[in-house]
T-cell receptor, first 115, second 112 residues
């Protein structure tokens, strides 16, 4: 079974630009979570999508947005990039049956650098 | 609100030493508790979990016991190996499908 995949691995942008990050969940998983791992701040919850709908968002400004597609893959968009947006962005999908019920499986992350 | 506090690192140990990483939490209700591990250059992997008070999670020689009276979930391993070098995150979840709340992580380095 393939794990959660994310693209690109690395992304370099300049301040003010927009970034788009992509995530493909494990086959059959319908929930996708996005987290930001900034240096010194640990992991902070960004957004949660389930069945194509945004279910919850963390304490981030509106320039962080996203969507979930009919195949349950997801996109995170960050507009008007600021230097402090530089971080590792992790995507997780949630198991919905069996032994992995409600467990979140994480992808390898996208490293975003804002110059 | 819900929060997790874990000991700051980095922690450096010699191979075969005993490991403890402290984790305490604040939460409404009865959360599930987790330890995740992040090896260099990789995403997070679930190491162990406990879903109710007095449960002990264990995996790969690591253990943690859900202590409701002290709101703690300390991670322990009796004899660490160089391959255990990683960042360890304590986390909680207040209900089945809500997002995880993480601590800031503790970097462990094990030297031969």
């Amino acid at each position: 079974e393939a794990g959660v995949t994310q693209s690109p691995t690395h992304l370099i942008k300049t301040r003010g630009q927009q970034a788009t990050l992509r995530c493909s969940p494990i086959s059959g998983h319908t929930s996708v979570y996005w987290y930001q791992q900034a240096l010194g701040l640990g992991l902070q919850f960004l957004l949660w999508y389930d069945e194509g709908e945004e279910r919850n968002r963390g304490n981030f400004p509106p320039r962080f947005s996203g969507r979930q597609f009919p195949n349950y893959s997801s996109e995170l968009n960050v507009n008007a990039l600021e230097l402090e947006d530089s971080a590792l962005y992790l995507c997780a999908s949630r198991g919905d049956r069996g032994g992995s019920y409600n467990e979140q499986f994480f992808g390898p992350g996208t490293r975003l650098t804002v110059l | 609100g819900n929060s997790v506090t874990q000991m700051e690192g980095p922690v450096t140990l010699s191979e075969e030493a005993f490991l403890t990483i402290n984790c305490t939490y604040t939460a409404t209700g009865y959360p599930s508790l987790f330890w995740y591990v992040q090896y260099p250059g990789e995403g997070l992997q679930l190491l162990l979990k406990a879903t109710k008070a007095d449960d002990k999670g264990s995996n790969k020689g690591f253990e943690a016991t859900y202590r409701k009276e002290t709101t703690s979930f300390h991670l322990e391993k009796g004899s660490v190996q160089v391959s255990d070098s990683a960042v360890y995150f304590c986390a909680l979840r207040v209900s089945g499908n809500t997002p995880l709340v993480f601590g800031k992580g503790t970097r462990l380095s094990v030297i031969a």
